[in-house]
């Protein structure tokens, strides 16, 4: 167990175990809540702030931080307490700012375009550490005087696969979506995964206000195979019908996300494959021209082939968009900057 980690009534039985009076219970969660470590809660007597270095803060603090002069996203570094590094990302719109965080360290999903999975998954973030990188966000770049907080939304699209890392998940999103944690609405709240059918279904039970992204990536299983090895277990029609399950549940649209490769997914007869796979379902496509990893020698294609695409998919009825890119001057893509900063380190 970590401070970050604890709920409320934890943090007060924690507390109580050490003799304290009720009070300093909400003093201590409310500086956890602005993911602020024991040693600098300058409230508390200095012996109950040693008492309390017992237990591990459990949070993380900003290594690096990198801001595009092109469009204002920031992109973050986080220094975990085992020294480890992950990335996070705010990305500012005119109808707010979304907050991209990772869920792992690295990834075991080894999609062939993803610089994340390069080296495996070192671990599973807790719950408690995704808190923690919005507090931090949070205090870096405090709210305007007409914003009430700067973070709205949120999406778990950086490194990792969420539901590789289940009930760590659902905890953060049951913690950042309750009135004791940031309250955020669920459905300002993003998640993507490649695909872990089982997952799924078990996801929309449990957090069904959530919106769901599914990385398609393909329109048949030839090509899926061929760049996204989970496909191999839960194939693209089991995918699918889980996409489904969840329109059908929610009454929300399904969407898929899909990178567009050249030469591997992107022409027209992939377009018109891909139309009749997804008719009739309630969802929408959300195009990515492929973000060239130098690893993985998997080309991009134009933004205006993108629109291509789009238009070939539009007219078959299709409801799709070309995602804004943004942030692409400062190693925007999964898994990038931690990649360059550790060769950096590393020599
Ligand atoms: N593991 C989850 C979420 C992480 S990645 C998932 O697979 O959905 C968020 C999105 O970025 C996914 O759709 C992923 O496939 C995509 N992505 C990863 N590397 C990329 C790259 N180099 N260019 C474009 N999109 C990429």
Redesign the pocket.
């Known amino acids: 167990m970590t401070w970050m980690d604890m709920t409320e009534s934890e943090i007060r039985e924690t507390m109580l175990s050490y003799g304290a009076p009720a009070f300093r219970a909400k003093q201590v969660s409310d500086w956890l809540k602005k993911g602020v470590r024991p040693e600098a809660m300058t409230n508390l007597p200095k012996s109950l702030r040693e008492h309390m270095a017992e237990i591990p803060f459990g949070g993380a603090r900003i290594f690096q931080k990198y801001v595009s002069p092109k469009d204002g996203t920031v992109k973050y570094l986080f220094a975990l307490e085992d020294e480890n590094l992950v990335e996070g990302v705010l990305m500012r719109y005119s109808y707010g700012n979304t907050v991209c965080l990772s869920t792992q360290i690295g ?1 075991n ?1 080894g ?1 062939k ?3 994340s999975t390069l080296n495996g998954c070192v671990r599973n973030l807790r719950p408690g550490e995704m808190l923690s990188f919005l507090a931090e966000i949070e205090r870096d770049e405090p709210p305007k005087p007409d914003q009430s907080r700067t973070i709205t939304n949120i999406v778990l ?1 950086g490194s ?3 539901l590789d890392n289940y009930d760590n998940v659902v905890t953060f999103l049951k913690r950042v979506t309750s009135m004791e944690g940031p309250n955020i609405s669920a459905r300002n709240i993003s998640i ?3 695909g872990i059918v089982p997952k799924i279904y078990r996801f929309i039970e449990d957090a069904p206000h959530v919106t769901l992204s599914i ?1 398609l ?1 393909a329109p048949n299983n030839e090509i899926r195979s061929g760049v996204m090895p989970i496909n191999k277990a839960y194939p693209i029609e089991e995918v699918l019908a889980a996409a489904k399950a969840y329109a059908e549940r929610t009454g929300r649209r399904v969407v898929f ?1 899909y ?1 567009l490769i050249g030469g591997t997914n992107d022409s027209h007869a992939d377009a018109i494959a891909l139309a009749r796979r997804l008719r009739g379902m309630l969802c929408h496509v959300n195009l ?1 021209p ?2 060239p ?1 130098k690893e993985r020698g998997l080309m991009g294609v134009s933004r205006e082939h993108a629109y291509q695409f789009c238009e070939w998919l539009t007219q078959e009825h299709i409801s799709a968009t070309v995602r804004r890119e943004m942030g692409t001057d400062i190693d925007g ?2 898994g990038q900057l931690r990649r360059r900063v550790l060769h950096e380190l590393n020599g």
């Open positions: 990834c999903m999609c375009f993803c610089a699209m990792g696969e969420p993507s995964t490649c990385s990536h996300e990178a990515i492929l973000n990893v893509a999964c």
